[in-house]
């Protein structure tokens, strides 16, 4: 390293001339002495520490290490790489595509969550700032900074979210609305708990009639430039579910109506009216919107039926194993932190379960709890001060 000093038509500027690890020369020029210094020991510093970033690549924009981030995965699902394209050309990309990413600050961060704050629910924010984060670990990873600056950023809270949890009978009545060209997607996804696009992905093949299973192989998603895609179900969760006679016989008379059979294994249960795969925002439109109208359940997502099938597990006391592979989850934790929610009736029941377990069986119907009797040899004097009277 040397610092040269040189003179210009606005002064004396000091240039850092310095040789990479591979011997390749760069420079940076300083308007004073002393900060062309500071640089020189900075890279000194970085270099005796293993810390050593070429400057030259900490100067690449933002939107440069973005655009390689984003097709860095080969693994990538195509519905994952269509929010992640869309983050970056509607919220990131206007903010920070031309700033070098070495001079990205953990301020300039909190900022940026500050302002989405102020106008998204916090579920958006947070999905927003995992793209920005991955995006900058991709810049470490990639030796082009040496630390991330996303880091100690404070996010909103996120409350959750209680979805409407639809009867039996609400069920039917949906289904029927729907139409018989896709009614029993309803079913598939409050009677086992399959997502829209698993639904819209089954296959003559998947069906077993003998043993009454349905195997979850594949789901249709929506790609770049809306295409639609048959890949893998979410997290990978491939897995093969016990149904229900009657939910067979649905899905029998489904393939009646459309003249299939085992011969047809690749073949798709449900299509759109031209007999092409399904196309969620098409089918949502057409179909869901006005079914909804006519069950009076304007507002419901096809997903509710999901969170309906989980929180049933959970009041019917399916253990939390069977629920978890049902759902097509890696963790039980999830199943019961996202989809399986408290509802009336078995809030209700638990109050009368602590109830009889804590205070004894009631008297009467309309009366008080009776405290149950000392079964441990205990005193009158020790029941007295355990139950005070009024």
Known sequence: MAIRARTTRNGTVYDVRIRDPLGREYSRTFPT??????????????????????????????????????????????????????????????????????????????????????????????????????????????????????????????????????????????????????????????????????????????????????????????????????????SKSHRTIAAPQALMDMLAEQLDRRGLSARDPDRYLFVAPDGRELHYSNWRQRVWVPALKSAELEGLTFHALRHANATAMVALSVDIKTAQVRVGHKRASTLLDIYAQATTAGDRRAAEELGRHFLGPRSDDSGPYTPPADSDGGSEEARSHSHPAP
């Open 33 to 234: 002495k002393k900060g062309a210094e500071q640089f020189e020991h900075l890279e000194r510093a970085d270099r005796l520490r293993g810390d050593w970033i070429d400057p030259r690549r900490s100067s690449l924009k933002f939107r440069d290490v973005a655009e390689e981030w984003l097709i860095s995965n080969p693994g990538k699902k195509p519905s994952s790489l269509v929010r992640d394209r869309s983050t970056l050309d509607v919220h990131l990309l206007p903010e920070l595509g031309d700033c070098a990413v070495g001079q990205i600050t953990p301020a300039d961060v909190q900022r940026l969550v500050r302002a989405w704050s102020s106008t998204l629910a916090p579920r958006s924010v947070r999905r927003q700032y995992a793209v920005l984060r991955a995006v900058l670990t991709f810049a470490v990873d990639t030796d082009r900074i040496t630390r991330s600056p996303c880091r100690r950023i404070r996010l909103p809270e996120v409350e959750p979210v209680r979805h409407r949890i639809v009867t039996p009978d609400e069920l039917h009545r949906l289904a029927g609305a729907v139409g018989e060209d896709t009614g029993a997607m309803v079913y598939l996804a409050g009677v086992l708990g399959l997502r829209w696009g698993e639904c819209a992905g089954l296959k003559v093949g998947t069906v077993d009639f003998d043993a009454n299973t349905i195997a979850v192989t594949s789901q249709l998603t929506r790609g770049l430039k809306g295409a639609i895609v048959d890949g893998a179900p979410k």
